[in-house]
């Protein structure tokens, strides 16, 4: 797989799935950014990425490197497969997708995506992340 800048395009949406796993396709495409050529823009990669690499207990760098090497998503999932604890994936898609905006994360959420304070809808993180990225790329997806 090769580079990709995510100053023109967002990643995936955080709700997209690969083998089973939440914010796996965005976490493919924004160490993609990082590659030579690539440009990650405004986009930061810990935080749910984080969360997985400890919780699936693997190195983020190893990650980096087996995308970096990729010739497509396959390849990763293939090396999750033998690398994470896959037996932790609902665990990880339950935090991911069930982190909520609360009044002890608005203020960090609000710096981080603005939208937050716009649309009070925005309950789940993955969706105010998913409402920034429709804000930011509006012709994209």
């Not at 090396?79 to 009044?103: C, F, I, M, P, Q």
């Not at 809808?121 to 790329?137: K, S, Y």
């Amino acid at each position: 797989m090769g580079p990709l800048d995510l100053t023109t395009q967002p990643p995936r949406p955080p709700r997209e799935e690969l083998d089973g796993l939440a914010f796996l396709p965005r976490t493919i495409d924004k160490l993609r950014a990082t590659l030579p050529g690539g440009d990650l823009g405004a986009y930061k990669i810990p935080g749910f990425t984080g969360k997985m690499c400890e919780l699936l207990a693997f190195e983020f760098d190893a990650l980096r490197r087996v995308v970096e090497e990729a010739a497509e998503d396959a390849d990763v999932v293939h090396w999750l497969r033998e690398h994470a604890d896959t037996s932790k994936y609902a665990a990880y898609n339950a935090l991911v997708l069930g982190s909520v905006v609360t009044d002890e994360n608005r203020a960090r959420m609000l710096q981080l995506h603005p939208i937050a304070a716009q649309d009070p809808q925005l309950r789940f993180v993955v969706d105010v992340i998913a409402a920034d990225d429709r804000i930011t790329f509006p012709a994209a997806r």
